[in-house]
């Protein structure tokens, strides 16, 4: 199953909202967010037979990958080696037996959703994400209060277009369970990404798409604070952030400098959540741009003596001639002394 396409049986399942959230929702609108959270019934068995599908699809993808890997390590001057065309027909036939499944699933249970989720799952997954879609706007008339399919939905239409329409189903699946964070994530990439796209269809002008991006990001970091994807997606979006706008020099420096601060907490905040050198020394790069954005020079040489991986050395390399570069200029240049009248 793709892990981008969310389907409602397997992401709504393993969604689990921390206590603390809980119990603010409780608390709030006085009502269990698992009442919100649509959940097939396990015992269902209609459900039991889809699970058994859905384990040969996973276990279709691992086949395939194996397959990959093994041809991959063969020479392919061999004689013996299979040919492109034979390979390509063995997955197919192999993705054809997991479709099959599906399809007499479906056949059967026609009026069951979470088997046209999973379907359409597979067949993004595989490529044909037309079909995907067309599974998925007939399921989302089946149930349109199932949130996971709007926003597989918009997911889709963010991927192959019509982009326009990825918007209003992400605002149906957040209207529809405002506490999943993945379907506020997913609007806020899109806009970030898509701002022209997003400038049309919230009539707004580009600062106003990046401070809705930047709003929507902050809300999911509120929905879940220790999750370094989203943490990392929002500091990132500072960078389309403008300054406030100032009249005189003294108020156009204090607002750069306020909104470097906040990038800078961002970033502050994804560093510690980072689980690996790579993700960290990739952050130090951040924070020396708005260092160097800002004019501290030091801090920034500070952050890049922190990157060592090799994966970033061409970015450190870069941002170190940014420095040379720019503290040069920053330094007035004084004027030689004239030479004393004879």
Same mark, same amino acid.
């Not at 409602?8 to 006085?30: D, E, F, H, I």
């Not at 990439?189 to 796209?197: A, C, P």
């Not at 991006?213 to 809300?219: C, F, I, Q, S």
């Not at 420095?323 to 007035?332: F, G």
């Given at each position: 199953?793709?892990?981008?396409?969310?389907?409602?049986?397997?992401?709504? =399942?393993?969604?689990?909202?921390?206590?603390?959230?809980?119990? $603010?929702?409780?608390?709030?609108?006085?009502?269990?967010?698992?009442?919100?959270?649509?959940? +097939? &019934?396990?015992?269902? +068995?209609?459900?039991?037979?889809?699970?058994?599908?859905?384990?040969? &699809?996973?276990?279709?993808?691992?086949?395939?990958?194996?397959?990959?890997?093994?041809?991959?390590?063969?020479?392919?001057?061999?004689?013996?080696?299979?040919?492109?065309?034979?390979?390509?027909?063995?997955?197919?036939?192999?993705?054809?037996?997991?479709?099959?499944? $599906?399809?007499?699933?479906?056949?059967?249970?026609?009026?069951?959703?979470?088997?046209? %989720? @999973?379907?359409?799952?597979?067949?993004?997954?595989?490529?044909?994400?037309?079909?995907?879609?067309?599974?998925?706007?007939?399921?989302?008339?089946?149930?349109?209060?199932?949130?996971?399919?709007? %926003?597989?939905?918009?997911?889709?239409?963010?991927?192959?277009?019509?982009?326009?329409?990825?918007?209003?189903?992400?605002?149906?699946?957040?209207? =529809?369970?405002?506490?999943?964070?993945?379907?506020?994530? %997913? =609007?806020?990439?899109?806009?970030?990404?898509?701002?022209?796209?997003?400038?049309?269809?919230?009539?707004?002008?580009?600062?106003?798409?990046?401070?809705?991006?930047?709003?929507?990001?902050?809300?999911?970091?509120?929905?879940? +604070?220790?999750?370094?994807?989203? @943490?990392?997606? $929002?500091?990132?979006?500072?960078?389309?952030?403008?300054?406030?706008?100032?009249?005189?020099?003294?108020?156009?420096?204090?607002?750069?400098?306020?909104?470097?601060?906040? @990038?800078?907490?961002?970033?502050?905040? @994804?560093?510690? !959540?980072?689980?690996?050198?790579?993700?960290?020394?990739?952050?130090?790069?951040?924070?020396?741009?708005?260092?160097?954005?800002?004019?501290?020079?030091?801090?920034?040489?500070?952050?890049?003596?922190?990157?060592?991986?090799?994966?970033? !050395? &061409?970015?450190?390399?870069?941002?170190?001639?940014?420095?040379?570069?720019?503290?040069?200029?920053?330094?007035?240049?004084?004027?030689?002394?004239?030479?004393?009248?004879?």
């Amino acid at each position: 199953m793709s892990d981008l396409l969310v389907g409602a049986l397997s992401v709504l =399942l393993a969604t689990n909202q921390p206590a603390a959230l809980s119990n $603010y929702v409780v608390g709030k609108v006085g009502v269990d967010p698992a009442v919100i959270v649509s959940r +097939p &019934d396990e015992k269902d +068995p209609r459900y039991l037979e889809l699970q058994v599908v859905m384990e040969d &699809d996973d276990a279709s993808d691992t086949e395939i990958e194996a397959w990959i890997l093994e041809r991959r390590a063969m020479d392919p001057t061999d004689p013996r080696s299979e040919s492109e065309l034979a390979f390509r027909q063995r997955i197919e036939v192999r993705n054809q037996k997991v479709a099959d499944a $599906y399809l007499a699933l479906m056949k059967k249970y026609p009026d069951y959703v979470p088997v046209r %989720n @999973a379907y359409a799952s597979f067949l993004a997954e595989t490529g044909d994400e037309p079909g995907a879609i067309e599974i998925l706007e007939k399921a989302s008339e089946m149930n349109p209060r199932d949130p996971a399919v709007w %926003n597989n939905l918009a997911n889709l239409y963010g991927h192959i277009g019509p982009v326009a329409r990825a918007f209003p189903a992400y605002e149906k699946a957040i209207e =529809l369970n405002p506490y999943e964070p993945v379907y506020r994530y %997913n =609007l806020a990439t899109v806009v970030f990404l898509f701002r022209k796209d997003a400038m049309e269809y919230y009539r707004c002008d580009e600062q106003a798409v990046f401070d809705r991006a930047l709003a929507m990001y902050k809300e999911v970091r509120r929905l879940r +604070p220790h999750n370094f994807r989203y @943490a990392f997606d $929002y500091a990132q979006t500072y960078y389309g952030v403008k300054p406030s706008p100032s009249d005189t020099p003294e108020g156009k420096r204090l607002a750069e400098l306020k909104l470097a601060a906040a @990038a800078r907490t961002g970033w502050l905040e @994804a560093l510690e !959540l980072s689980d690996n050198p790579v993700d960290r020394e990739g952050i130090f790069l951040h924070l020396a741009r708005w260092n160097i954005r800002t004019g501290e020079f030091e801090s920034a040489r500070t952050n890049l003596t922190l990157v060592t991986n090799e994966v970033h !050395l &061409d970015v450190k390399k870069r941002l170190e001639r940014n420095i040379a570069e720019k503290s040069a200029a920053a330094v007035p240049v004084v004027a030689p002394a004239p030479a004393p009248a004879p």
